[in-house]
């Protein structure tokens, strides 16, 4: 079936005879893995540019459900993102959530609503001043469309992070968190800009989060590994 879609970079591996495999997340069929050829060549389509993590393609595909490896037709840029590549920060975050996306989402099934804000937060991204609560908000809002975003509304001073509900006791095993910084993930949740720049942490505070949500992100996913870019993204925010 011939399409158009829009897509977004995740990752690729590239192979030593001049062949690649670019792993997208695509509006229309959801997770796909292309092979493509002569990344980075003079005379080839794919540019380096194309790939950079959460770079966001117009594609076009001769989509078939059965097959383990697409082709890609023609690509072309669908926004061009100056900052985030010019800057150091927004870079590693981006490196950062396409990690996570590529672990996370495995499936090639449609899902609009979810592709569409993923393209909301990678302009929010690149277009906000202040990038230095964007992981955390990002990672908070994304449990939305994966189906285990925290209850809030529920009443208590610690948040179980094994069922995403406060109570008003510690929980019978130590994966929750206390009231503090509880009330933190709240004003995050409650932020109107995605980048959630308003919230002032300190930076004790926002790697504890970072932790947390991680904690939380492999108690309800199945083989959620540690994140290389996990580090990386801790020392570039050392000391904001």
């Not at 919230?199 to 926002?206: F, K, N």
């Amino acid at each position: 079936m011939r399409s158009k879609t829009q897509a977004i970079v995740l990752h690729v591996t590239h192979y030593a005879d001049n062949k690649s495999i670019v792993h997208l997340y695509t509006r229309d069929f959801g997770r796909v893995d292309y092979v493509v050829y002569g990344v980075g060549s003079r005379r080839g389509k794919w540019k380096k540019s194309l790939l950079e993590p959460l770079t966001v393609l117009n594609i076009e595909v001769n989509h078939q459900a059965i097959e383990m490896l697409q082709r890609i037709d023609d690509v072309q840029l669908a926004q061009i993102n100056v900052n985030l590549a010019a800057d150091i920060k927004k870079r590693t975050i981006c490196l950062f959530v396409a990690e996570l996306l590529y672990k996370v989402l495995k499936h090639p099934m449609r899902d609009a609503e979810l592709f569409d804000f993923l393209v909301y937060a990678i302009q929010t991204l690149e277009q906000c001043e202040a990038p230095h609560n964007f992981h955390i908000s990002f990672l908070l809002r994304l449990t939305q469309f994966l189906g285990f975003y925290p209850d809030f509304s529920s009443r208590g001073q610690w948040l179980d992070l094994r069922t995403g509900v406060k109570n008003f006791g510690m929980p019978l095993h130590p994966d929750c968190i206390s009231t503090e910084h509880t009330i933190l993930l709240e004003q995050i949740a409650m932020s109107e800009d995605l980048s959630a720049s308003e919230v002032s942490l300190s930076r004790a505070d926002r790697r504890a989060l970072l932790d947390i949500l991680i904690l939380y992100y492999s108690l309800h996913l199945d083989s959620f590994y540690t994140l290389k870019s996990l580090d990386i993204l801790a020392a570039v925010f050392e000391y904001e």
